[in-house]
């Protein structure tokens, strides 16, 4: 159990929550935030799972560490963290960080460097609420992919990187309604299966953990997405990292240019707003979005319950 008080802020961005550990969390070193990010995995998997499973979260919430920067200049470093294990990196959790960050007077208006264990990011805080992510580079690196996915068919799709890996699938016959998440939550765990199985992979076997799906939008945006998680559950935002991979998408098919702005709709209504920037040759994804904290709370452990250290998924 953990040795200090674990104080968290929450937060949403456009429907998804992102729990930030303020304190009290486990002391990472200060190697890169790559290392850290594989020492809380090996080492501090109850204390994830404490903060972020069932009873105190449950599947839809990702959690983020945030750690001492290497670089003095960067705001914070941050290990991010879901009811499964540990993500490369997290777009809309980085916009409830940078909401979280300027909740607790720790950032102001303006642009601050983020560490994360995939790389650099920025993040320009416009105002309390509303963010601009500036993500990793992020590319195409297949395209066209046909997969058959047993019990629904054959799939055909791009695997992208957003900071995290993705296939995108566009063309499928499922409607994209809130009402058919059941629907929507089986079939794209069945093509995530069906990559592990038949060892479709990112580059350099890279684990395909989320999977994207695109529709008409509904509102005012130019797509609705449908996004499965690594641990089963559906993004409420539009994901980061999938709107980033999306951009690498359009881009390398001609669809939109450099530098226009990509209005990407979530199966919840909620919207970022994407644009490819080219810096030395490579695509910068710049994604905003609108953050809210919803709660700051310290978490109380009892050594008498069963599940204070959480109910693994
Ligand atoms: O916004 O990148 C994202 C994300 C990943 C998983 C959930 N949200």
């Known amino acids: ?53 069932e009873p105190r979260g449950g599947d839809v919430w990702i959690g983020g560490l945030i750690c001492p920067p290497v670089n003095p200049e960067a705001c914070a470093g941050v290990v991010f963290f879901n009811n499964v294990g540990v993500l490369n990196m997290c777009g809309h959790g980085t916009i409830g960080l940078a909401a979280t960050l300027a909740h607790m007077g720790r950032i102001g208006p303006g642009e601050h460097l983020l560490e994360t264990p995939v790389g650099d990011v920025r993040i320009q805080l416009h105002d309390a609420n509303r963010v601009t992510l500036v993500n990793v580079p992020s590319y195409r690196y297949r395209s066209a992919v046909e997969l058959e996915v047993p019990g629904h068919g054959s799939f055909r799709g791009d695997i992208a990187w957003g900071g995290n890996w993705f296939f995108l699938v566009e063309d499928h016959s499922l409607e994209l309604e809130l ?9 794209t765990w069945s093509i995530r299966q069906a990559l592990e199985e038949q060892g479709v992979t990112g580059e350099e076997g890279g684990l395909i953990d989320h999977i994207e799906l695109f529709g008409p939008a509904q509102g005012d945006a130019d797509s609705r997405n449908f996004v499965l998680c690594p641990g089963r559950a559906y993004d409420r935002s539009p994901c980061g990292t999938g709107t980033s991979a999306k951009l690498a998408c359009l881009i390398d098919d001609g669809k939109i240019a450099p530098g226009q702005t990509w209005r990407q709709e979530s199966i919840v209504g909620s919207i970022f707003e994407g644009v490819g920037v080219v810096e030395e040759g490579e695509l910068i994804p710049h994604v905003t979005g609108t953050a809210y904290v919803t709660a700051e709370t310290t978490l109380v452990f009892n050594d008498q319950d069963p599940f204070t250290m959480g109910i693994p998924s």
């Open 179 to 187: 009402a058919n998440v059941d629907q929507l939550t089986e079939v």
């Open 1 to 53: 159990m953990p040795d200090l008080p674990v104080k968290i802020i929450d937060s949403h961005t456009g429907g998804e929550p992102t729990r930030i550990v303020i304190g009290g969390g486990p002391d990472l070193g200060s190697g890169s935030l790559a290392e850290r990010r594989q020492l809380f995995a090996r080492d501090h998997d109850s204390f994830r799972s404490a903060v972020i499973d």
